[in-house]
């Protein structure tokens, strides 16, 4: 049976042992979402365990996270890709601990312009094992008037155009609501910071010859002010970043860059 026909139990408790989607653990940055985070977690199904990364938030968003039966974790320094790695360094602090290491890791934003309840659908190829990493599509999916302003339709087209001139790369994208595997996530090495972390992973899913696969979701206007998209600076420096990153790794692609997943993980662990 597909996961996506099973039922979902209550969000008190973890899913049950005979749910595949007990193997899967979700990472959410948050910062100031204290309004639309208990909708991601309601809609969320129960999965092994929710990690919520408050990114130094000054409302509610920690509070609400924990009474939504989130474990809560804070990164203090601003960057949606600082707090990927707090996120993914707390998966590696549990597994050195002695926890069963998930089989995949969900990364899905805090502010609900995602579908947090289609997660069965992103994490079954990579179950099923026919991929490695699935990305969820917003420009193949159908779109709330207004919720991709002009400049972000097309900056994601840009960016993955050029993918496709260095790279080869038939990606439609850069979508936060992405599933991969957790070993090959390890060995991707991510470093990135802050607005080149989803593209980081993309070209490495590439250039590490990971199975990938694109779904289509669908995608609405966020609960609040976006940080990048809703500001002219926001705008300005994701788009640097990303053409810069995009640049970086097309001039060093038969070159590793970056550590291993298990060095940025203790670092930044270290760091906490």
Known sequence: MSIVEESRPTKESPAPRNNPLRSVWVII????????LPLVLRDLPAVGRVIVVD????????????????????EHQRGYGAACLRGMAEIHRRVGQGETPPRVVVFVDADYSDHP???????QPILD????????????????????????VYGNK???????????????????????AYDKLLELGMVDENFGWTIEMQIKALRAGLRWQELPVPYRRRIGTSKISGTISGTFKAGTKILYTIARYGLLKHQRVGT????VSANRKAAA
């Not at 991929?131 to 919720?147: I, K, Q, T, W």
């Not at 840009?158 to 991969?180: E, K, N």
């Open 29 to 36: 940055p948050a910062l100031n979402e204290e309004q639309s």
């Open 260 to 263: 291993s997943g298990h060095q």
């Open 158 to 180: 840009l960016a993955c155009f050029l993918m496709w001139m260095l790279f080869g790369a038939r990606y439609t994208d850069l979508g936060p609501f992405r599933a991969i």
């Open 55 to 74: 990114n130094g938030s000054i409302d509610a968003t920690a509070k609400v996270a924990a009474v939504g039966g989130a474990e809560v974790v804070a």
């Open 117 to 123: 309840d289609l997660l069965p659908s992103l994490v």
């Open 129 to 152: 094992g026919n991929a490695d990493f699935v990305l969820g599509s917003r420009l193949l999916g159908e779109r709330e008037p207004g919720a991709m302003p002009p400049q972000s």
